[in-house]
């Protein structure tokens, strides 16, 4: 370590910080507890950056309480970065070895990662909002343009469009031009209309997969995505009649609550729904699981949009960093549309 960073590292008020760390797996309640001494991680290797959290947004059941983040640079480490910069990103998770083992996230007053994992947050948002793009904003991106290939004009359907993803999702098919049919529950209705959905679906209404063919597409969907992690394979089965020739359905699960008999049940249906022959939901229809996998160029893409104004991340609900465990019920109640957000720096917007 310079003697430069030595210096920096010698301003900070304390060597210790407070951090939410997760002892086991389960619940978060039961398995979540805040370390009041946690050593602020300052030995950085090359190419990484210690940054100061502002915000961290919440996923559900967390590994690792959490990977997303906003905050600022204390030490850039001569990386592209700069001391005193505005940032946000995800972390890489743990490798599975180590995820039975106490662990720490982003809901810590420091963290050390990567300075790739560290994008330059755009002015025109606030710390609050930034620290939920990283992961949804990215798992959008890439199941639209990874994977399903979408194009500008295309017709695009999201199945969940008030969870996390299925807002990103929506706002990057309209930022290119495409026509958004969406899905939520009626009280939701408004709020996508508002972000740019062109036609809304009321899930609790009937079967999706009989609601649209009562109400056919036109255009047909060029792209679906299932933003809900479910394990309803019907949508797809059946979609010959709304996916078009050469369309791509993309899911982001199955994501089962847990393994119990009627999970195995649901995950044997599914797997044999996706494995039937070709024929039985059209010959040239893709089926398509997205393994999200962390890329700056991805995330950068994301905050360009955000920048231009074309992308608004939405925050559901702030707690303080004291309520993480009130912000994780929220979360579970799966009644949050946006992100739950975490702010740790009480003095962040």
Not at 47 to 57: F, S, T
Not at 311 to 321: G, L, N
Request: net charge neutral.
């Amino acid at each position: 370590m310079s003697s430069s960073t030595s210096s920096r590292h010698g301003l900070l008020a304390s060597q210790t910080q407070r951090a939410w760390i997760n002892v086991a797996k389960g619940n978060p309640a039961d398995v979540l507890v805040i370390d009041e001494k946690r050593p602020i991680p300052t030995q950085l290797a090359d190419g990484e950056v210690l940054i100061k959290v502002q915000a961290a947004a919440l996923n559900p059941v967390p590994l690792v309480p959490e990977l997303d983040y906003s905050g600022i640079v204390v030490d850039s480490n001569g990386t592209h970065l700069k001391d005193g910069q505005a940032v946000f990103g995800m972390i890489p998770g743990p490798p599975i070895a180590l995820r039975s083992a106490p662990l720490t996230g982003t809901l810590a007053q420091y963290i050390r990662v990567p300075a790739t994992c560290a994008i330059p947050r755009p002015t025109n948002i606030k710390a609050t909002e930034a620290a939920g793009v990283g992961a949804c904003g990215t798992t959008a991106y890439q199941a639209l343009f990874s994977l399903a290939k979408l194009e500008p004009g295309q017709h695009v359907f999201v199945n969940g469009g008030s969870t996390s993803v299925g807002i990103f999702a929506i706002q990057l098919a309209k930022a290119i031009g495409c026509r958004v049919t969406a899905t939520a529950s009626g009280k939701n209705g408004d709020f996508l209309k508002s972000i740019g959905v062109d036609k809304f679906v009321d899930y609790t209404l009937g079967p999706l997969d009989q609601q649209l063919v009562k109400d056919l597409p036109s255009p047909k969907f060029h792209v679906m995505l299932e933003a809900v992690g479910n394990l309803d394979i019907d949508l797809f089965t059946q979609s010959e009649s709304y996916l078009a020739p050469g369309g791509t359905f993309v899911t982001v699960g199955p994501q089962p609550e847990g393994f119990g008999l009627n999970d195995m049940f649901a995950l044997g249906r599914y797997g044999w729904g996706v494995a039937k022959p070709a024929w039985l939901c059209g010959a040239s229809r893709t089926w398509r699981m997205l393994r999200v996998e962390y890329n700056q160029e991805d995330l950068a893409a994301v905050a360009q949009y955000i920048s231009e104004g074309k992308i608004k991340p939405i925050v559901d609900s702030v707690y303080d960093f004291d309520d993480a465990l009130k912000a994780y019920e929220r979360i579970m109640t799966k009644r949050a549309v946006g992100k739950v957000v975490v702010k740790i720096d009480p003095e962040a917007d």
